[in-house]
């Protein structure tokens, strides 16, 4: 058990256009889910934590107006990148918390922003 | 702060070799120290240690903590060149019950063959 999914795990989009990323727990249900991203040879940056039935807490620096989180279920959770620019080409990564602090990952999207 | 510390940043070993990865913290609260695997995909989950000196293993990869010392290590024998990746060390953060990981800056293992 403890599978996350992620869709889509590609996309291309011109400068402009919004993309949304789902992130599902398969198997279990996940109150807390994470967004992060991921920069080539960079670490993971926390973006987000969303709970679900409430607002998203973002981290610093990370602008709640671009990047708009839902977490509608409890197997849920969406990031919408509005009005994509090329500097938000990235590797977008969610996480499902499951059982004390384990998180599992998703297998990511890789969004390249034209 | 809540801080972790990974050692070495990288490292390079031929096939059938032995690893020992380090990993240091320190956190307010201590509950649990996880360690992750990172390919070119997302990180996938390797264990989760609460205890001190209770080794977990899973085929040729173990890892056990020290709550005294504050550290963990994770180990990989016989190598094979599809253990190469990012290996993460996290610990969740001390304040509060939000989830959150704090996570070291990773080892780049790399396995010749």
């Known amino acids: 058990g403890a599978v996350v999914s992620q869709h889509p795990s590609w996309v291309i989009c011109k400068s402009g256009t919004s993309v949304k990323i789902e992130c599902r727990s398969l198997?279990?249900?996940?109150?807390?889910m994470f967004w992060y991203r991921q920069f080539p040879k960079q670490s993971l940056m926390l973006m987000a934590t969303s709970n679900e039935g409430s607002k998203a807490t973002y981290e610093q620096g990370v602008e709640k107006d671009k990047f708009l989180i839902n977490h509608a279920s409890l197997t849920l959770s969406t990031l919408t990148v509005t009005s994509a620019h090329p500097e938000d080409s990235s590797f977008y990564i969610c996480s499902a918390r499951r059982l004390q602090e384990t998180q599992y990952f998703g297998p990511g999207t890789r969004l390249l922003v034209l | 702060e809540d801080k972790v510390v990974q050692s070495p940043l990288s490292l390079v070993v031929h096939e059938g070799d032995t690893v020992t990865l380090n990993c240091s913290y320190e956190?307010?609260?201590?509950?649990?120290l996880l360690w992750y695997k990172q390919e070119k995909k997302a990180p996938t989950f390797l264990f989760m240690l609460?205890?001190?000196?209770i080794e977990k293993k899973s085929g040729r990869l173990s890892s056990i903590l020290d709550k005294k010392e504050l550290f963990s290590i994770l180990n990989i024998t016989a190598t094979q060149t599809g253990d190469s990746a990012i290996y993460l060390c996290?610990?969740?953060?001390?304040?509060?019950?939000?989830?959150?990981?704090?996570f070291g800056q990773g080892t780049t293992l790399q396995v010749k063959p």
């Open positions: 996290a610990v969740p953060e001390g304040s509060g019950n939000t989830g959150k990981l704090i």
């Open positions: 956190v307010t609260n201590f509950r649990s």
């Open positions: 198997d279990f249900q996940a109150t807390t």
């Open positions: 609460t205890s001190s000196g």
